[in-house]
């Protein structure tokens, strides 16, 4: 992980430049050789030190000189893999190449045409497993790390076109007629709500929350994906013409069918989102001090808890914290509890560092803020004071043992190994079971046996006219799965409405 | 955002609010909560249950008492102000012919009850009403539900209005049906302050009497989301805001539950920043 700064890299960027400029002078382009050894551009950040204390983003972007760089390691090979590596296909070679070409508002309309969220996708979308694992830059190089930096491409495309004040509004079809419901403003409902309004359909966003963006605004840290962005987005829906109405619960609000039967609308689409969080089912588990990560992460982002002389929703005082996981969720709670003043965060997984479902880069940069990792532990029980205040947890090892069916290697506890470890603050990131409250008020929807909504391929329920993607289907998946769902659905809505 | 209709001082530190929400007023039923917030960006979601609603008018109204930052900056409010509000949530009180019912409301819990006490009259049901408060001033909705109830026992902790004694003696009374041709009641709903509530379950216990209590307890989304508002039933974890809000009194872990309510009490205290998480709850 890069600890140099803005400057050092935009410099040796510019020397690169030159070095091509030279080059170029000479009436050639780089050969495929001279590309690929061109220097990955790392992203700039901020020093580990400062960042932990502070809310500002993590990543600072690319300066122009790197992004030029960066796009010139492509190879444009000819069968791109990294577009099917993308849940949304972006023209990625298509894009770089503006790039290179210096048309960079060009290049943002080329994202565009598939994503109209590069911002959001090119800061948290896991690349490294997607568009950047069959780069054939990564291939040659022999490491998934030295592949194209298609991500940071993305989101520099997407901050210079917003900071050139030029995003474009997309093309609107003529008016149909048809409306649609878009039950959740997160990144499967924008998706849809999007991809329906440019064909000319109404459509109309349904969001329990006060804000727009589901868990873009409630979940994932400012510090990884500023809310600014998030608001700035959804007002280009609102642009387009996509209503809101916020504090709308669908299936309390108004049932689901009395959207369709009553309301008038031709289609629905759902994505509600990630449920009930999971707990760990061990005893304490209720006491003060333990949270999930759900609420610990909405009261600090949506509720804007670290703003503490303005905001009226209170944050635990921490001083000791535990976060049980080793997913994103856990990154970004770990990462909040320390900028939220804990003295000390420890991240409790089972298995080791390798089996971690979280992006490395995230798993990095919690460690360069001092995030401390105990590998093969897991708690027992939690442990209260006289007040039903947690104050530690017994914890035992494990050693890895035999693959299971995901094919990681499932954790064994080590008989004997109990201890206990002072904590006052426990955040449990363990995923989340699917919200029930659809289901239950929606007798007709058919779910599976852990509650997420079924779908064909075309993502459409066991009801007709309805749609659902997301996590409410996936259980807790990404931000670009989600928008894959979503873009699948409109596909079928607007196939659906002629 | 939702308008402020008209705004009543109902007693010391008591406000009621009616507000324009016509889906909530349309689609809420006896037992469903609301969750309010008086400023979008830096204000507190709290938890409020529907007092009444006016499907013609498309009005709501909720009760609450002034116990910390959040429910003060919502009693600043003025007619015509906006808030935003967000349900109706949970699920309705199971209403059903029981035969005898006791409505137990502590307090402000007097507000939540009063719908409930309306829909099982209603369904056919006797229904006796104890209304209970620290003091008389703290007393609310005494006419109304005097109007609905076959039977209506008035107490106060210090014997300022109606009879001197906590809402459990009553109960217990009607619960020993010791006068010639008394029933047992069918069942009982408790709402009120969760010391109420699990005392009002504590007594019924020994007479094998249903108990339903309203339980108000810390919540962000209210939408089977964060999982702020668990508490142990029946030594299952339960959510609030999609399993409840009403429980089986006498399942609910309620030392476990009134310690979550007391998460924040150091802060607020220190913040000078006393919100409805404290003990007595916002309603």
Not at chain 1, 404 to 427: L, Q
Not at chain 2, 109 to 119: D, H, K, M, Q, S
Not at chain 2, 164 to 185: F, N, Y
């Amino acid at each position: 992980m890069s600890e140099t700064t803005k400057e050092g890299l935009d410099s040796l960027a510019q020397d690169a430049l030159k070095g091509l400029a030279a080059l170029r002078a000479e009436g050639r382009e780089p050969s495929p050789r001279e590309r690929l050894a061109l220097p990955v551009q790392d992203m700039p950040c901020q020093d580990s030190g400062k960042r932990a204390q502070n809310m500002l983003e993590v990543a600072e972007g690319y300066s122009e000189a790197q992004a030029r760089i960066e796009a010139e390691r492509c190879l444009n090979c000819k069968n791109a893999p990294c577009v099917a590596g993308c849940p949304v296909r972006v023209d990625i070679p298509g894009f770089i190449l503006k790039i290179r070409e210096g048309d960079y508002l060009g290049a943002a309309r080329a994202i565009k045409r598939t994503n109209l969220l590069p911002s959001v996708c090119g800061r948290v979308c896991p690349q490294e497993v997607q568009c950047q694992a069959p780069c054939t830059l990564g291939k040659s190089l022999k490491s998934v790390d030295k592949a194209v930096q298609i991500g940071r491409l993305e989101r520099w495309v997407a901050d210079n076109e917003r900071a050139c004040g030029a995003c474009d509004l997309p093309d609107i079809g003529k008016e149909s007629g048809k409306r649609i419901a878009v039950v959740g403003s997160g990144p499967a409902g924008l998706t849809v709500a999007i991809d329906l309004r440019r064909e000319g359909h109404e459509v109309v966003v349904y969001e329990a929350f006060q804000k727009t963006g589901g868990v873009m605004v409630y979940g994932i840290p400012e510090f990884r994906l500023p809310k600014s962005l998030i608001a700035m987005e959804s007002e280009v829906l609102a642009e387009m013409g996509v209503r809101y109405e916020l504090n709308f619960l669908v299936g309390r609000t108004r049932k689901l069918g009395a959207l369709i039967a009553e309301d008038g609308f031709d289609a629905v689409f759902i994505g509600a989102g990630a449920g009930l969080p999971k707990f760990m089912e061990m005893p304490g588990e209720n006491l003060v001090g333990v949270f999930s990560a759900n609420e610990y992460l909405t009261r600090a982002n949506l509720m804007k808890a670290y703003d503490r002389e303005r905001a009226a929703t209170p944050i635990y005082p921490s001083r000791r914290v535990a976060v049980l996981g080793g997913g994103n969720v856990a990154m970004d709670s770990a990462r909040m509890a320390l900028r939220l003043g804990a003295e000390e965060v420890r991240v409790l997984y089972r298995r080791t560092q390798a089996e971690m479902p979280a992006r490395a880069e995230e798993v990095g940069h919690a460690m360069e803020e001092g995030i401390i990792f105990d590998f093969l532990t897991s708690p027992t029980r939690v442990i209260g004071d006289k007040d039903g205040r947690a104050e530690a947890l017994e914890i035992l090892s494990y050693a890895l043992g035999e693959s299971d069916a995901s094919g990681r290697r499932s954790p064994v506890a080590i008989r004997g190994s109990e201890r206990v470890v002072p904590f006052d603050t426990i955040i449990v990131a363990i995923g989340n079971e699917s919200n029930p409250l659809l289901a239950r008020t929606s007798p007709d929807l058919k779910v599976d046996k852990r509650g997420h909504i079924l779908v064909d391929e075309k993502q459409k329920t066991s009801i007709d006219r309805i749609y659902a993607g997301g996590d409410i289907v996936l259980g807790a998946a990404t931000v670009i799965l989600a928008m894959g769902e979503g873009r699948r659905a409109a596909a079928a809505i607007n196939e659906l409405l002629g | 955002m939702t308008k402020i209709l008209s705004k009543r001082l109902l007693s010391e530190e008591v406000y009621r609010i009616e507000v324009e929400a016509p889906l909530v007023a349309r689609e809420r039923k006896a037992g469903q909560f609301v969750i309010v917030q008086a400023d979008d960006d830096f204000g507190e979601r709290i938890p409020l249950t529907i007092a009444d609603a006016d499907p013609s008018r498309g009005s709501v109204t909720l009760v609450f008492q002034t116990v910390g930052a959040s429910t003060h900056a919502l009693a600043a409010k003025e007619i015509g102000d906006r808030i935003t509000l967000l349900g109706p949530l949970g699920n309705p009180t199971h209403i059903e012919k029981f035969g005898k019912a006791v409505c137990v409301g502590g307090g402000i819990g007097l507000a939540p009850l009063y719908p409930i006490v309306g829909a099982l009259k209603a369904a056919g049901n006797e229904v006796a009403v104890i209304a209970g408060a620290r003091t008389a001033e703290l007393l609310i909705m005494q006419e109304e539900l005097k109007l609905l109830a076959d039977e209506f026992i008035l107490v106060t902790d210090d014997g300022s209005a109606g009879r001197k004694a906590l809402v459990t003696q009553p109960l217990k009374e009607i619960c020993e049906a010791s006068a010639p041709g008394a029933r047992k009641p069918d069942i009982v709903v408790a709402i009120g302050p969760p010391i109420m509530m699990k005392f009002c379950a504590e007594t019924t216990r020994p007479f094998g009497v249903k108990t339903l209590v309203s339980l108000n307890t810390i919540m962000i989304d209210g939408t089977g989301m964060c999982g702020g508002c668990r508490v142990s039933v029946g030594g299952e974890t339960k959510f609030v805001c999609v399993d409840g809000p009403e429980f089986d009194g006498h399942l609910v872990d309620w030392d476990g539950m009134m310690s979550r309510l007391r998460s924040y009490k150091t802060q607020e205290e220190a913040a000078h920043h006393k919100c409805h998480l404290v003990e007595g709850g916002a309603r």
